[in-house]
């Protein structure tokens, strides 16, 4: 997996990358309320905003970690946004993209550079 400063995840799977929030983010928002995801088939840029999520502290946007095409959204957080809070690094995946350039991934930090960032 490779992690961005904002407190993404991207997990490689042959040709796209799933996309969420690390645990750390799920802890920091608190109680998942309201889960925004973007439709499949959508282009996004790097930093676009993509995924809007709602908890009981505060909203907060997700940006897409690199340039590309949204393949797939993950429904299950439309009824049960709170599987953020229960599996933010596992079942709770936001979004998988096909990357306009899978060398993007290169320059995200891997898991022990990221426990390292927000230690």
């Known amino acids: 997996m490779k992690f961005t400063e904002e407190h993404e995840w991207l997990r490689p799977e042959d040709d796209i990358v799933v996309v969420g929030i690390t645990e750390y983010a799920a802890e920091q928002l608190g109680d998942v309320v309201f889960v925004e995801l973007p439709e499949p088939g959508t282009t996004v840029t790097k930093d676009e905003e993509v995924v809007v999520i709602e908890s009981v502290k505060a909203a907060s946007d997700i940006a897409a970690p690199a340039d590309g095409e949204i393949t797939e959204v993950n429904e299950a957080l439309a009824d ?31 898991e022990a550079a990221y426990k390292k960032f927000i230690a």
Not at 86 to 101: I, P, T, V
Request: charge should be negative.
């Open 80 to 110: 049960n946004p709170g599987m953020v809070n229960e599996d933010a690094q596992g079942d709770a995946w936001f979004f998988k993209m096909k990357l306009s350039d899978a060398s993007d991934l290169d320059d995200m930090m891997d």
